[in-house]
């Protein structure tokens, strides 16, 4: 399943207005949640993949934590995709 917009799409997507009621922050939000579902699909498709998680501080010295996956797709090609990053409250395991 390829991620790249056709030609049609690409004409009907920038026919797309942000409604009134609609902030950008909603509509990244919906955008973000697409995508992550399409990854799943590729994912479930694939015959290979892992999962990994990587902590950092961040410049506001707040400590973030990023879970991506590593896949081989059915073309064989191998992806690497960022799935969430959030922000922890604290270091301990036991808290995360």
């Not at 030609?7 to 909603?26: G, Y």
């Not at 590593?70 to 808290?95: H, P």
């Amino acid at each position: 399943m390829s991620m790249d917009l056709t030609e049609s799409e690409l004409v009907t997507s920038s026919a797309l207005t942000l409604e009134p009621t609609m902030s950008q922050n909603e509509l990244i939000a919906i955008v973000g949640t697409e995508l992550v579902l399409r990854i799943v699909v590729e994912v479930n498709e694939a015959h290979f993949f892992g999962g990994f998680a990587d902590g950092t501080l961040a410049v506001s010295h707040n400590e973030r934590l990023a879970a991506d996956v590593r896949y081989v797709d059915v073309e064989r090609a191998t992806k690497e995709c960022s799935l969430t990053v959030v922000e922890l409250e604290s270091k301990r395991g036991v808290d995360l």
